[in-house]
């Protein structure tokens, strides 16, 4: 529960610092990259190192090489920061922070298991237990951007 609260804390002091567009082209970015990640031929070729946990950082490496090139065209696209003010201001920082602790669960229970690196306890490992919970999962970032 500690990392998920330190991933909260980063997440929120990303969109903080980097802004609220930032973060929802980083949202947005995040479907397409698995996508891509899922079904490029090419992974097990590109896996060049042995041992657990270098396995898991040379597929996030990977992973990174689909997801930043997309979260900066996306990032050109999204309009200007909004003028909210106030608490709707913090609530909205707050949903996008949520949002991006809910991708790293998914990005972990669906893309690349991070297991050797950090077991998840097994409450959550309920919540993306079938592939029925795990598109309610994928589905829910994107209802908390349609209401933020």
Same mark, same amino acid.
């Given at each position: 529960m500690a990392v998920l609260v330190v991933l909260f804390i980063i997440f929120l002091a990303y969109t903080l610092f980097f802004g /609220?567009?930032?973060?929802?082209?980083?949202?947005?970015?995040?479907?397409?990259?698995?996508?891509?990640?899922?079904?490029?031929?090419?992974?097990?070729?590109?896996?060049?190192?042995?041992?657990?946990?270098?396995?898991?950082?040379n597929k996030i490496v990977i992973f990174l090489v689909f997801l930043v090139p997309l979260?900066?065209?996306? *990032? /050109?696209?999204?309009s *200007?920061?909004? *003028?909210?003010?106030? *608490?709707?201001?913090?609530? /909205?920082?707050?949903?996008?922070?949520?949002?991006?602790?809910i991708l790293i669960l998914l990005f972990s229970y669906s893309t690349v298991s991070l297991d050797p690196i950090y077991n998840f306890s097994s409450s959550i490992d309920i919540l993306f237990s079938t592939?029925? /919970?795990?598109?309610?999962?994928?589905l829910a970032p994107l209802l908390v951007l349609a209401v933020l």
């Open positions: /609220r567009k930032m973060m929802i082209s980083l949202i947005l970015a995040f479907y397409p990259a698995t996508l891509l990640y899922k079904t490029f031929p090419f992974i097990q070729k590109l896996l060049v190192v042995s041992g657990d946990k270098f396995l898991i950082i979260f900066i065209i996306i *990032s /050109r696209y999204i *200007s920061e909004s *003028s909210y003010t106030g *608490s709707s201001h913090i609530i /909205r920082t707050v949903g996008l922070a949520i949002v991006g602790v592939t029925d /919970r795990v598109f309610w999962w994928n």
